[in-house]
């Protein structure tokens, strides 16, 4: 048994050395693909009980190990649609079957459908937010859908949030309720006016007219009207009357709004959404009326979209001509409690395991997942000077092997010819 166990031993010693030249191959064929993670040879004994003074040789065998968690540096582009993450997490994405995988390949681009496909041909999926906040499933991908953006094109979106903060100063005259304009009488009077521009579900612009009026002890009425419903020359009355009115309460000791009064005010727009416009920047103190802050109302007219932007957060905005941002997306990454332990696949994407744990989905930049980097790819972690090294010493180790092997092929030679 001695010389064919050190010639088993010999064979699997070169077995092991192969796949480790195997891996060193894939390693430097794949040293510039976006978001590869190298591969590596582990080596464990197998040990044989000798059982008395006869010494049985084992054999070595040889575990594949993927640094899956190796984080890579980056090579930035000019595509604001290359995605690379900072920290931990995968993108989510899909085959054609609908198979969803886990991948750091973030080289996306739209393809004829406009959907966002990576170089290897996997579509990225991500959360719709134009039906309102995705409702993430942490343990699954229901809800998740194919990222297009070319289903964006020529869109109208309601208007359904705004702010106008402005200071509504403490000296003015107080309005008699009768004049308010709540009450829509021709003799309404008011303290201040502002107008914002709005959009319906159709993309028509709503301009609406915000009236302030001092109420008096630091009580404040909001009126909002549509400016298409005043009278022949503007103002007052208006047809149908406010679209909303809220009464907002300052404190007298400090000008700002008093901890139980409303912080805004919501506006139903005429074939459109409800606009909720903020206003809890807004203070009462003895200076003029002014207009501290009127963030642009969002919603949209009809306009083609002229470029995406991806924040740090996977939200995906649609930039359209008029310069309105709309988020469409929110992008999440996945994660698994042992990244090391998945299962790669074809096209440098990887499916969790029982060794691996089950995939957990959140946002970047939450529970434990990291960033979002839009205009960058993440490099291979393979090292080309590590593998040159490596193949070498694979070579001398399979030469050595391949030496004790046929020293045991000639010994076991000699032992045949003894019985010639």
Same mark, same amino acid.
């Given at each position: 048994m001695g010389l064919y166990s050190t010639m088993r031993t010999s064979a699997s010693g070169m077995a092991a050395q192969a796949n480790r030249l195997g891996a060193v191959s894939d390693n430097i064929a794949n040293s510039s693909t976006t978001g590869y993670k190298r591969a590596s040879m582990e080596f464990s004994s197998l040990v044989l009980d000798s059982g008395g003074t +006869? !010494?049985?040789?084992?054999?070595?065998?040889?575990?594949?190990? !993927?640094?899956?968690? +190796?984080q890579g540096a980056f090579n930035f582009t000019t595509s604001v649609s290359d995605l690379a993450v900072k920290g931990q997490g995968f993108f989510l994405v899909s085959s054609d079957s609908g198979q969803t995988f886990l991948t750091r390949a973030g080289s996306f681009t739209p393809n004829g459908t406009g959907d966002l496909v990576n170089a290897a041909g996997y579509k990225l999926m991500g959360y719709s937010l134009l039906g309102g906040g995705p409702t993430i499933v942490a343990n699954g991908t229901a809800g998740l859908e194919v990222v297009n953006i070319g $289903?964006?094109? &020529?869109?109208?979106?309601p208007s359904t949030a705004g702010a106008l903060n402005v200071n509504l100063p403490v000296n003015s005259t107080v309005i008699a309720p009768a004049n308010l304009p709540s009450a829509n009488a021709a003799t309404a009077q008011y303290t201040a006016m502002s107008s914002l521009v709005a959009y319906d579900n159709l993309g028509n612009q709503i301009t609406l007219d915000v009236y302030s009026s001092n109420l008096g002890g630091g009580d404040w009425e909001i009126s909002v009207f549509n400016s298409a419903d005043a009278a022949p020359g503007g103002g007052f009355?208006?047809?149908?009357? %406010? /679209?909303? $009115?809220?009464?907002?309460?300052f404190d007298m000791t400090n000008g700002q709004l008093d901890?139980?009064?409303?912080?805004?005010?919501?506006?139903?727009?005429?074939?459109?959404?409800? /606009?909720? &416009?903020?206003?809890?920047?807004?203070?009462?103190l003895a200076a003029d009326y002014t207009i501290l802050d009127a963030t642009v109302v969002n919603g949209n007219?009809?306009?083609?979209?002229?470029?995406?932007?991806?924040?740090?957060?996977?939200?995906? !905005?649609?930039?359209? +001509?008029?310069? $309105?941002?709309? %988020? $469409?997306y929110k992008i999440p990454l996945a994660g698994v409690a042992s990244p090391d332990n998945m299962q790669p696949l074809a096209g440098n994407v990887f499916v969790p395991t029982a060794d691996s744990g089950e995939i957990q989905i959140g946002f970047p930049g939450e529970s434990g997942f990291g960033t979002m980097v839009s205009g960058a790819l993440e490099q291979s972690t393979v090292d080309l000077a590590s593998?040159?090294?490596?193949?070498i010493e694979a070579e001398r180790n399979y030469t050595a092997n391949s030496k004790v092997f046929q020293t045991g092929s000639e010994l076991m030679e000699v032992l045949v010819n003894l019985k010639r």
């Open positions: +006869e !010494y049985v040789s084992g054999s070595v065998e040889s575990h594949t190990r !993927y640094a899956i968690s +190796e $289903t964006l094109a &020529l869109q109208a979106n009355p208006y047809a149908g009357g %406010a /679209l909303a $009115t809220q009464t907002l309460t901890p139980s009064s409303p912080t805004s005010i919501s506006v139903p727009i005429p074939n459109g959404a409800t /606009l909720v &416009l903020d206003m809890s920047g807004s203070s009462q007219a009809p306009s083609e979209v002229e470029r995406i932007e991806i924040a740090d957060d996977g939200t995906l !905005y649609a930039v359209f +001509e008029s310069g $309105t941002r709309v %988020a $469409t593998e040159l090294t490596t193949m």
